[in-house]
């Protein structure tokens, strides 16, 4: 199966800009959709396709795509933004119906 | 409102089974296709396995082929996931995600709370 490849673990200082970035073939050919996850919830789409944000989530929140990543800039990150974020896409080692995560990124918020 | 609602979860020892449901309210359930995604402890969010819009094609990831079984009753908007011959890494919470696929948009838009499958003697 495809790979994606994120950091994991992330620091940023309240109110400063951080930056989460996900690698893989796959992102050649699909844009990768992101999900934070806190501790006994369940997971929320931030960004999916080329930068869009479902409603309810903060302008706050951005993607953007080079070649083989995918990126999720938090820009002024707040108290609440500290999470794991997940990225995905299809996978494209089969007949790209099957899906791949990244392994999650742990953000902490100084 | 658009939601998704599992249950069917417990405590099963290795070896054993278990039928997972997903009750889908607030869209039309037989224009998606659906997908399993597990959390297991202290690891990172997994796809398990998915299943086309009419049921006729269902996919899994490797490490749970031939002992999983997705299935789907649009009738009832419901979801389910038969697991068999389970072992102790199959313990996770156990999401019902909805897949949303338009255009250049492919993403997982609706997270049901999640159900907590242990595997344990």
């Known amino acids: 199966s495809s790979e994606l490849t994120q950091d994991p673990a992330v620091s940023v200082a309240l109110g400063q800009t951080v930056t989460i970035t996900c690698q893989g073939d796959?992102?050649?050919?699909?844009?990768a959709s992101w999900y934070q996850h806190k501790p006994g919830q369940a997971p929320v789409v931030v960004i999916y396709g080329k930068n869009n944000r479902p409603s309810g989530i903060p302008g706050r929140f951005s993607g953007s795509n080079s070649r083989n990543t995918a990126s999720l800039t938090i820009t002024g990150a707040q108290a609440e933004d500290e999470a794991d974020y997940y990225c995905?896409?299809?996978?494209?080692?089969?007949?790209?119906?099957?899906?791949?995560f990244g392994g999650g990124t742990k953000l902490t918020v100084l | 409102e658009v939601q998704l609602v599992e249950s069917g979860g417990g405590l099963v020892q290795p070896g054993g089974s278990l039928r997972l449901s997903c009750e889908a309210s607030?869209?039309?359930?037989?224009?998606?296709?659906m997908t399993w995604v597990r959390h297991a402890p202290g690891k990172g969010l997994e796809w398990v396995a998915n299943i086309k819009k009419d049921g006729s094609d269902k996919y899994y990831v490797d490490s749970v082929t031939g002992r999983f079984t997705i299935s789907r009753d649009n009738a009832k908007k419901s979801l389910s996931l038969q697991m068999n011959s389970l072992r102790a890494e199959d313990t996770a919470v156990y999401y019902c995600?909805?897949?949303?696929?338009?255009?250049?948009?492919?993403?997982?838009?609706?997270w049901g709370q999640g159900t907590m499958v242990t595997v344990s003697s």
């Open positions: 796959s992102l050649r050919i699909y844009y």
């Open positions: 607030g869209f039309t359930f037989s224009d998606f296709w």
């Open positions: 995600v909805r897949e949303y696929s338009v255009y250049e948009n492919d993403v997982f838009d609706i």
């Open positions: 995905n896409s299809r996978d494209i080692s089969g007949n790209h119906v099957t899906w791949v």
